[in-house]
């Protein structure tokens, strides 16, 4: 397995994937979603984000990873993180790849002192993961969405970089 920074070309292959069962209810993608939202997002990162895929042999793209640094003055050391990997995938350390990935470039290439995140309650195998890297559970947002015409609750989690602990 390769871990690569995404490029438009995975557009296609990464849009599969989000709609795919198993990852759409936790993605809060939906059937519908087009190509061209996929293609698009992937153009809005900026040089400050960072966004990886996880591709295994053949160029199947197995998952991917992406962070979104703050762009608030007050808030430019923290950003928001995601995570997604296909269903016959997981449970294979394609998230714990993506994961070291992620953190390896916004604690020493980014420097970040914080990073975020959002994670269904229910979505126990990434509660896991994130928690495995040091994230907790810092607030619960109840009925934060749908899932399978029912409200669910959402963990609000975040990481703090204990390397250079003061603001800059």
């Known amino acids: 397995m390769e871990i690569r920074p995404v490029s ?4 296609e292959q990464i849009s599969r994937i989000r709609r795919l069962n198993g990852v759409r209810e936790e993605v809060l993608a939906v059937t519908s979603e087009r190509l061209d939202v996929t293609v698009d997002f992937i153009k809005s990162l900026s040089d400050e984000d960072r966004a990886f895929v996880a591709v295994e042999k053949k160029g199947e793209i197995a998952g ?7 762009r608030s003055f007050r808030r ?8 997604m990997v296909a269903p016959y995938y997981q449970e294979k350390g394609i998230g714990t790849a993506l994961m070291k990935k992620l953190l390896d470039e916004a604690d020493q290439k980014l420097g970040l002192h914080r990073l975020e995140l959002l994670v269904l309650t229910d979505n126990t195998a990434a509660i896991n993961l994130y928690k495995k890297f040091g994230f907790k559970i810092e607030a619960t947002r109840k009925n934060a969405a749908v899932k399978g015409g029912r409200f669910v609750d959402e963990y609000f989690m975040g ?7 003061s603001a800059r």
């Open 8 to 11: 438009t070309e995975d557009a």
């Open 64 to 70: 991917m990873a992406v962070l979104i640094k703050n």
């Open 76 to 83: 430019r050391h923290s950003a928001m993180l995601a995570v």
């Open 159 to 165: 990481r703090l970089n204990k390397k250079g602990d």
